[in-house]
T-cell receptor, first 112, second 115 residues
Framework: QKEVEQNSGPLSVPEGAIASLNCTYS??????FFWYRQYSGKSPELIMS??SNGDKEDGRFTAQLNKASQYVSLLIRDSQPSDSATYLC????????????WGAGTKLIIKP | GAGVSQSPSNKVTEKGKDVELRCDPI?????LYWYRQRLGQGLEFLIY????????KSGLPSDRFSAERTGESVSTLTIQRTQQEDSAVYLC?????????????FGQGTRLTVV
């Protein structure tokens, strides 16, 4: 069964520090990887997408992909209390007819 | 429209009643997805549309659930004879195309409560 795994947390990080969120996936055929942020009671919003090995930076956010090790991570630099949310990892798998497979999410708490 | 719009935002219904949930995708988005999210849980995939077609309906929880899409635009998710376990937030998302690299954008969801 194709799976996307995330530590449910909560992950507690002091304000200003780097928050590191990890996601592993089981299907080596996975091609596209997405990080979504979901505030409590709100719908998920796309933060970043990554398609090739290495790092992709966007402001305070950096996505890292390692297909050989089958993990994708999200780093948040200079963490702010407003970053407190659940972060969802989603993986698009070609042999699942491009269906997004979702992790259960990691709850991140940034402590002032 | 500017974003994915869902209606109603909240719905309270009595057990056994039918409900219809509506989703207006971003204009020009050909792919549309329905998900269910129970309180404190992850996203549960229900169904997707490519244009007006739903190639795979296996994610629908039971035959009480159905969905349709018309004009490659609006979609409705219908739940017949609602049960208490149907209580959840129903999320709709759309993307430009249904492909590997496409990015999906979510509506604000419909919170369904079956009493």
């Amino acid at each position: 069964q194709k799976e996307v795994e995330q530590n449910s947390g909560p992950l507690s990080v002091p304000e200003g520090a780097i928050a590191s969120l990890n996601c592993t996936y089981s299907d080596r055929g996975s091609q596209s990887f997405f990080w979504y942020r979901q505030y409590s009671g709100k719908s998920p919003e796309l933060i970043m997408s990554i398609y090739s090995n290495g790092d992709k930076e966007d402001g305070r956010f950096t996505a890292q992909l390692n297909k050989a090790s089958q993990y994708v991570s999200l780093l948040i630099r200079d963490s702010q209390p407003s970053d407190s949310a659940t972060y969802l990892c989603a993986v698009n798998q070609m042999d699942s007819n491009y269906q997004l497979i979702w992790g259960a999410g990691t709850k991140l708490i940034i402590k002032p | 429209g500017a974003g994915v719009s869902q209606s109603p935002s909240n719905k309270v219904t009595e057990k056994g009643k039918d409900v219809e949930l509506r989703c207006d995708p971003i204009s020009g988005h050909t792919a549309l997805y329905w998900y269910r999210q129970r309180l404190g849980q992850g996203l549960e995939f229900l169904i997707y549309f490519q244009g007006n077609s739903a190639p795979d309906k296996s994610g629908l929880p039971s035959d009480r659930f159905s969905a349709e899409r018309t004009g490659e635009s609006v979609s409705t998710l219908t739940i017949q004879r609602t049960q208490q376990e149907d209580s959840a937030v129903y999320l709709c998302a759309s993307s430009l195309v249904y492909s590997m690299n496409t990015e999906a954008f979510f509506g604000q969801g419909t919170r369904l409560t079956v009493v």
